[in-house]
């Protein structure tokens, strides 16, 4: 098995990018996602890739799939966690 690539959701860009600083990985690009309301952060990792989704405050498109709403949802359950995990 091997993995494309994994996503993860930041509360906005900042938050990514400090969170990407602090782990001592690089951007490499990132983009709006065009009718989602999102944008995104991509860091090589070998042959896969992290990509980091955060609002960028456009409203989503009609029929786009609800990303943006589940982001929403899990930051809303656990208002006070950092976009990632301090190490143990």
Known sequence: MEIDHVVLAARSK???EHALR???LGVARGRNIP???LSNLVVPLGQSLLEVQYPNGEQPAPG???LVELDYK???AHPDEPPTAPPP
């Open 14 to 16: 900042s938050d990514a």
């Open 22 to 24: 602090e782990a001592g």
């Open 35 to 37: 009718g989602f309301g």
């Open 64 to 66: 786009a799939p609800p």
């Open 74 to 76: 899990a930051f809303a």
